[in-house]
């Protein structure tokens, strides 16, 4: 199956920006969506964005709408999430999974979870 990896996380002031990327390697599903989700200590892991393999279907979370956008370049592999106006909210560990299951904002339909890339956004 897929394996994905996940990048470009940091430490950020408030207000900067950010490009994470998840990588793909080894067979792709394309019919399925590939989503970001984030968890930050002591909470659940909670949906951020996400996107069809064909991107013309994008999802986002109210707490992100505006300021994320979710990419995507098949050629590469590769899923990407820009975020811009950073706010400390958004600390966490983000990672990118395949979707398995029809709901694309629920983390028990997605699979192939990366390692994680980890967001600090100071004060």
């Known amino acids: 199956q897929v394996q994905l990896v996940e990048s470009g996380g940091g430490l950020v002031q408030a207000g900067g920006s950010l490009r994470l990327s998840c990588a793909a390697s080894?067979?792709?599903?394309?019919?399925?969506?590939t989503g970001w989700f984030r968890q930050a200590p002591g909470k659940e892991r909670e949906f951020v964005a996400a996107?069809?393999?064909?991107?013309?279907?994008?999802d986002y979370a109210d707490s992100v709408k505006g300021r994320f956008t979710i990419s995507r370049d098949n050629a590469k592999n590769t899923v990407y999430l820009q975020m811009n106006s950073l706010k400390p909210e958004d600390t966490a560990v983000y990672y990118c999974?395949?979707?398995?299951?029809?709901?694309?904002?629920?983390?028990?339909?997605?699979?192939?979870w990366g390692q994680g890339t980890r967001v600090t956004v100071s004060s």
């Open positions: 996107i069809s393999w064909s991107a013309d279907n994008t």
């Open positions: 999974g395949i979707q398995y299951g029809s709901r694309w904002y629920e983390r028990t339909d997605y699979a192939n």
């Open positions: 080894g067979r792709t599903f394309s019919s399925r969506a």
